[in-house]
T-cell receptor
Framework: EAQVTQNPRYLITVTGKKLTVTCSQN?????MSWYRQDPGLGLRQIYY???????DKGDVPEGYKVSRKEKRNFPLILESPSPNQTSLYFC??????????FGPGTRLLVL | AQTVTQSQPEMSVQEAETVTLSCTYDTSENNYYLFWYKQPPSRQMILVIRQEAYKQQNATENRFSVNFQKAAKSFSLKISDSQLGDTAMYFCAFMSSNYQLIWGAGTKLIIKP
């Protein structure tokens, strides 16, 4: 089944404790992206990657890192999480036909 | 900068009725893509329908259709024979020559039994 997977789906952590949210797609898509969704603010792009070893900042990159060492994986790293990074996170991927397919989301709570 | 506006924060209709959700956008580009995504209570983001700007014909997917007015920069979604499972947030999104999606604020749609 063609899909985008994210892990973990739910995470509670404490301020300053490094964490990684994994994202993997099995559709051989070149493009991958991370978004966060907050009430009243819609979806905002954090980082995106047009292909392996190519990443770029979106609208809200501060406090986040990404890497794209393999085509299928695009992990999101929070080196030192803070409470304002409490949010719902989505990973998405897309081929040349432009439609973005989303993972199930990761709910993150930073205490 | 491109923007997407959804002017209806919330709508509710009776089951089996037809409902139209509005979306307008602003761009100076000629080639772009438009999407409607649905987000049910599970929070999963699901593609409903897409439209390429170069295509004059309005896209349809079963009970879902769009009214794409390129000159007016309008992209409304019509849901026919609405069902309880259509209850969700609906987001309009714009994609220009790069792959970045610009999102509207969303419309909460409630289908009443």
């Amino acid at each position: 089944e063609a899909q985008v997977t994210q892990n973990p789906r739910y995470l509670i952590t404490v301020t300053g404790k490094k964490l990684t949210v994994t994202c993997s797609q099995n559709m051989n898509h070149e493009y991958m992206s991370w978004y966060r969704q907050d009430p009243g603010l819609g979806l905002r792009q954090i980082y995106y990657s047009m292909n392996v070893e190519v990443t770029d900042k979106g609208d809200v990159p501060e406090g986040y890192k990404v890497s794209r060492k393999e085509k299928r994986n695009f992990p999101l790293i929070l080196e030192s999480p803070s409470p304002n990074q409490t949010s719902l996170y989505f990973c998405a991927s897309s081929s040349g036909e432009r439609t973005q397919y989303f993972g199930p989301g990761t709910r993150l709570l930073v205490l | 900068a491109q923007t997407v506006t959804q002017s209806q924060p919330e709508m509710s209709v009776q089951e089996a009725e037809t409902v139209t959700l509005s979306c307008t956008y602003d761009t100076s580009e000629n080639n772009y893509y438009l999407f409607w995504y649905k987000q049910p209570p599970s929070r999963q983001m699901i593609l409903v329908i897409r439209q390429e700007a170069y295509k004059q014909q309005n896209a349809t997917e079963n009970r879902f259709s769009v009214n794409f007015q390129k000159a007016a920069k309008s992209f409304s979604l019509k849901i026919s024979d609405s069902q309880l499972g259509d209850t969700a947030m609906y987001f309009c999104a714009f994609m220009s020559s790069n792959y970045q999606l610009i999102w509207g604020a969303g419309t909460k749609l409630i289908i009443k039994p």
